[in-house]
Structure formats: structure tokens, C-alpha cells
């Protein structure tokens, strides 16, 4: 997303109400109180932290001790003016971070602008700067079948599927507490929409030059109904066999 400022203003605008990002937000934070129950005291980090979204919402929560990093100027400057600490960095350069232990470290979708070694390469590093049993909670956009607009305008190179962030937990000695495809309930609109933005575009009757990504406020009506069916998705089934995202959790060993 580097360059794209509307695309971050958009983000922005919307990151505390829209319902995917409540849901990840939800999903982030509860992982993190299994694991460390009520302490507040957790060194946390957001790497690839976009526009600060889900620093605001765990400092709402109570978190204090959190640091960002994004290589976008655009999304430092927003999450900035949220008076979150945040610093400017390529995550393939994270190692030259000092060596200053997390209990939990975010890298929510941004590996898919990385090729497979580098993305060994950033979780090697994250896994050394995790204390031991530490979490590394990274969500990426999943399955090819899922490609739409979104992934054109924001320039998503690829996407991916369970089997191989089990691959990257193995290649850099992290297990795989926690692993699910998630907006399974919704698959099907999901899926349907963005194959006919595509035929669409495809048919002249979109217009490249016109696109945006699929991050705007739908209505409250709208918006509390697919949030309210991603909800009911989570408490119904621990795991999804599919969905447009991938919600992954791993742990350095102790």
C-alpha cells in the first residue's frame, strides 16, 4: 500500500467501527488473554501496524506498554496523530531493532508483500525478539479463489493458505498454537462479489483508473449484520475450513 494515501485515509476513517476490522481487533485481543490472562503490563508490538487501528483499540483496553512500526510514511503520520508510539521501518530490516524482548509481537496483512525467504527471514526475527512462550498473532488475506479488485488496488501480490504459515512455524522453530480461515459464513458473498468486480473490469465496465479497495463503511444497518454473522461464525466453529483470511498464532517455545 505504499503510496496510496486515500487508501489510508480510508482505513483510518473506518478502522474502529467496520466490522472486519472489530472482528480482527476481537480475535487479536482475545489470543492474547488466553495466553496472559488480565496483565496489562504486556510489551507488545504492531509490526505493519497500517494506521494504528489496533494499537487505539488495545490502549482502550488497557494496554499501555505498546510500540508500532510500518515502512509507509502516510501510515505513521495516521497513526501518529493518534498519539501512539510508532517508528518508521522495513520489516526485513526488524533485526536491526535493539534486542528488547516482546511478550507479544502483531504482523497483521502485510506478509504478502514478501517473498517466501524473506517472510523465514522477518519471522526469524520476530521469534528473536519474543521472551519465551511469547506470541507472534499474524492475520493475511487468504486463497487465490478470493482475488477481487481489493487485491489490485491495494497491489497484493499473493495470498495464502493454512498449510503454509504451518511450513513457516516449522522453518523458524515457532509452533503453531492456533490456526483458522475465518469470514467462512460469508465466503460465498465475498467470493461472488469480487468475481463479478472482476468480470466487470474485464467487460470495460469498470474502469482501473476508478477502483478502490473494498474498505469503506457500509451503513450501520449493514455493518452490524455481517459482524454480527462473523460472531456467531466464531462461536459456533473453533476453526473454518475456508474464508478470505488466515488467523495465525504462534509461540516461541519456553
Same mark, same amino acid.
Given at each position: 500500500?505504499?503510496?496510496?494515501h486515500?487508501?489510508?485515509?480510508?482505513?483510518?476513517?473506518?478502522?474502529?467501527?467496520?466490522?472486519?476490522?472489530?472482528?480482527l481487533h476481537?480475535?487479536?485481543?482475545?489470543?492474547?488473554?488466553?495466553?496472559?490472562?488480565?496483565?496489562?503490563?504486556?510489551?507488545?508490538?504492531?509490526?505493519?501496524?497500517?494506521?494504528?487501528?489496533?494499537?487505539?483499540?488495545?490502549?482502550?483496553n488497557?494496554?499501555?506498554?505498546?510500540r508500532? &512500526?510500518? $515502512?509507509?510514511?502516510?501510515?505513521?503520520?495516521?497513526?501518529?496523530?493518534?498519539?501512539?508510539?510508532v517508528?518508521?521501518?522495513?520489516?526485513?530490516?526488524?533485526g536491526?531493532?535493539?534486542?528488547?524482548?516482546?511478550?507479544?509481537?502483531?504482523? @497483521?496483512?502485510?506478509?504478502?508483500?514478501?517473498?517466501?525467504?524473506?517472510? #523465514?527471514?522477518?519471522?526469524?526475527e520476530?521469534?528473536?525478539?519474543?521472551?519465551?512462550?511469547?506470541?507472534?498473532?499474524? @492475520?493475511?488475506?487468504?486463497?487465490?479463489?478470493?482475488?477481487?479488485?481489493?487485491?489490485?488496488?491495494?497491489?497484493? +501480490?499473493? #495470498?495464502?493458505?493454512?498449510?503454509?504459515?504451518?511450513?513457516?512455524?516449522?522453518?523458524?522453530?515457532?509452533?503453531? #498454537?492456533y490456526?483458522?480461515?475465518?469470514?467462512?459464513l460469508?465466503?460465498? &458473498?465475498?467470493?461472488?462479489?469480487?468475481?463479478?468486480? $472482476?468480470?466487470?473490469?474485464?467487460? @470495460?465496465i469498470?474502469?482501473?483508473? @476508478?477502483?478502490?479497495?473494498?474498505?469503506?463503511?457500509?451503513?450501520?444497518?449493514?455493518?452490524?449484520?455481517?459482524?454480527? $454473522?462473523?460472531?456467531?461464525?466464531?462461536?459456533?466453529?473453533?476453526?473454518? +475450513?475456508?474464508?478470505?483470511?488466515?488467523?495465525?498464532?504462534?509461540q516461541?517455545?519456553?
Amino acid at each position: 500500500m505504499i503510496g496510496l494515501h486515500e487508501e489510508y485515509e480510508a482505513m483510518f476513517r473506518v478502522e474502529s467501527r467496520l466490522w472486519w476490522y472489530r472482528i480482527l481487533h476481537g480475535k487479536v485481543m482475545r489470543q492474547i488473554q488466553r495466553q496472559f490472562g488480565d496483565s496489562r503490563e504486556l510489551r507488545i508490538l504492531d509490526a505493519g501496524c497500517g494506521t494504528g487501528g489496533m494499537l487505539s483499540f488495545l490502549q482502550h483496553n488497557g494496554y499501555r506498554n505498546l510500540r508500532g &512500526l510500518d $515502512l509507509s510514511e502516510d501510515a505513521v503520520a495516521f497513526t501518529r496523530s493518534r498519539g501512539l508510539n510508532v517508528g518508521q521501518l522495513d520489516l526485513r530490516d526488524v533485526g536491526t531493532l535493539p534486542p528488547e524482548p516482546f511478550d507479544v509481537i502483531i504482523c @497483521n496483512d502485510v506478509l504478502c508483500y514478501f517473498s517466501d525467504d524473506e517472510i #523465514r527471514h522477518i519471522l526469524t526475527e520476530f521469534r528473536n525478539r519474543l521472551k519465551p512462550g511469547g506470541l507472534l498473532i499474524t @492475520n493475511n488475506n487468504a486463497l487465490k479463489a478470493f482475488e477481487g479488485v481489493h487485491s489490485i488496488v491495494l497491489k497484493i +501480490p499473493r #495470498r495464502f493458505t493454512l498449510d503454509e504459515f504451518k511450513g513457516f512455524g516449522k522453518a523458524v522453530n515457532m509452533s503453531l #498454537r492456533y490456526g483458522t480461515y475465518w469470514s467462512f459464513l460469508l465466503a460465498p &458473498l465475498i467470493w461472488s462479489y469480487r468475481k463479478a468486480q $472482476l468480470l466487470a473490469l474485464r467487460l @470495460n465496465i469498470l474502469q482501473l483508473q @476508478n477502483l478502490h479497495s473494498d474498505v469503506g463503511y457500509p451503513g450501520d444497518g449493514v455493518n452490524g449484520l455481517l459482524y454480527g $454473522l462473523v460472531r456467531a461464525e466464531e462461536q459456533v466453529f473453533s476453526k473454518a +475450513p475456508f474464508g478470505s483470511s488466515v488467523f495465525v498464532v504462534y509461540q516461541r517455545p519456553a
